[in-house]
Each structure stands twice: as C-alpha cells, then as structure tokens.
C-alpha cells in the first residue's frame, strides 16, 4: 500500500512562493510516476503538474504553466511542486497523487492520492 505525505502548505500573499513537498512511502518511488492535484471550495478536483518516474518528463496544467515546476528526488522518496507567482485563484487543498503508469488528468483513474495540504494565497 502506497502512503503519500504533504506538507509545505500555508498562507502567502499575492505574487509569493511555496514549496510543496510529498513523501511516499509503501512502494519503491521509482516505479511510480507522481503528480499533483488541487481542489478548491466549491469546485472540482483539478490536474496540477506530473512528472515521470524518472523525472525526464513533467507536464502541467495551463492555470500553472510557468509558474509551477514539478521534481523528485527518487532517493529520498520525495516530490516536490515549486510554486511562483501565485495567485489568489491557486487557493485549494493540493493532493499529492501517484500510479502506476502516466499520471491520468481526470482524477478519476488516479490511483493514490494523499491527504492533502492547504495552499492559501491572499489578495
């Protein structure tokens, strides 16, 4: 069974930075590609950023892109989501996610998810 651990959320204001780390755990991180989600008050769980198991490929969300690089450190079991310039409309709880193979964007056929970690950017 695959655990997966976030942490780095916080309150920052308009323009700010945040790191966002995940910790897995239960299966080998190299064999899993990884990535993230958010979900915020009202709305739908939404795609973020993945990256491959070896860390050769990412791809990201249009709401993000420039703005957020995804990575992992595979000896250390960790991802990270290196977040700039956010925005209050980044406001959301951000699930670290893995699987088995590609990281789907419908959440729906993801298979692991975290807890979560609340990300809140103020105006």
């Known amino acids: 069974q695959v655990q997966l651990v976030e942490s780095g959320g916080g309150l920052v204001r308009t323009g700010g930075s945040l790191r966002l780390s995940c910790v897995a755990s239960?299966?080998?991180?190299?064999?899993?590609?990884m990535g993230w989600f958010r979900q915020a008050p009202g709305k739908e769980r939404e795609f973020v950023a993945a990256?491959?198991?070896?860390?050769?490929?990412?791809y990201s969300a249009d709401s993000v892109k420039g703005r957020v690089t995804i990575s992992r450190d595979n000896a250390k079991n960790t991802m990270y989501l290196q977040m700039n310039s956010l925005k209050p409309e980044d406001t959301a709880v951000y699930y670290c996610?893995?699987?088995?193979?590609?990281?789907?964007?419908?959440?729906?056929?993801?298979?692991?998810w975290g807890q979560g970690t609340q990300v809140t950017v103020s105006s």
């Open positions: 996610v893995a699987d088995l193979s590609r990281i789907n964007r419908d959440p729906r056929y993801v298979r692991y």
């Open positions: 990256i491959s198991w070896s860390g050769s490929s990412t």
């Open positions: 239960g299966l080998t991180l190299s064999t899993l590609a």
